[in-house]
């Protein structure tokens, strides 16, 4: 596609219930990186993909999250028994290497609300 | 931990004048930064980057300049339009050690004024 899409891009979901967000990355593109940002806060890395490996997911919080990418495309982040703290704007970016003087392309981000 | 700061929140500038914002890193590492922009609703976006090998680097109305023996850079946008009213993120990179991360500052709100 033409850009990196997410969805939904809001999501609106009880405590204790798990969710899934979904990251499009732009085609062709072979590294995909999930970060977060909270309510003030900057950018918090989470996890990237080179193809459909993760060689780095120092940065996911907690073991109630988990991601993967499948045909080096399409990515899921997953974060099972939300708690209020999870809330946050959820933003992927693929490169269409590793990353690249022009560092990544993001998408608008999936804002989700524990409640 | 915050190796990538940002200290100022917000910034408030005068439509026509110079808007400066600046960033501080800690990780003497870092080898590549890059400033990126965000309004509401939407995704960064990136504006300009600088390897650690230049102190400057111009691209139209931005310039970001680089103190390797301070650790700061500063982005300077000159003249500032109202459409540079967003969010600006300070990023940084250790590239040449391999480093497949940005690492993020805090953001500073920038506010252009009629």
């Known amino acids: 596609g033409a850009g990196v899409s997410q969805s939904p891009s809001n999501k609106v979901t009880e405590k204790g219930k798990d969710v899934e967000l979904r990251c499009d990355p732009i085609?062709?593109?072979?590294?995909l990186y999930w970060y977060r940002q909270s309510l003030g806060q900057g950018l918090e890395f989470l996890i990237y993909?080179?193809?459909?490996?993760?060689?780095?997911k120092s940065g996911l919080p907690s073991d109630r999250f988990s991601a993967e990418r499948t045909g080096g495309s399409v990515s899921t982040l997953t974060i099972q028994r939300t708690q209020q703290e999870d809330s946050a704007v959820y933003l992927c970016a693929s490169s269409q290497d590793l990353l690249g003087i022009y560092g990544y392309t993001f998408g608008s981000g999936t804002r989700l609300t524990v409640v | 931990d915050q190796q990538v700061k940002q200290n100022s929140p917000s910034l408030s500038v005068q439509e026509g004048r110079i808007s400066i914002l600046n960033c501080d890193y800690t990780?003497?590492?870092?080898?590549?930064f890059l400033w990126y922009k965000k309004y509401p609703a939407e995704g960064p976006t990136f504006l300009i980057s600088?390897?650690?090998?230049?102190d400057k680097n111009e691209d139209g109305r931005f310039t970001v300049f680089l103190n390797k023996s301070a650790k700061h850079l500063s982005l300077h946008i000159v003249p500032s339009q109202p459409g540079d009213s967003a969010v600006y993120f300070c990023?940084?990179?250790?590239?040449?050690?391999?480093?497949?991360?940005?690492?993020f500052g805090q953001g500073t709100r920038l506010t252009i004024n009629p």
């Open positions: 600088i390897s650690s090998i230049k």
């Open positions: 990023a940084a990179s250790a590239i040449n050690q391999g480093a497949q991360k940005l690492v």
């Open positions: 085609s062709g593109h072979t590294a």
């Open positions: 990780n003497s590492m870092f080898d590549y």
């Open positions: 993909f080179q193809g459909n490996s993760a060689p780095d």
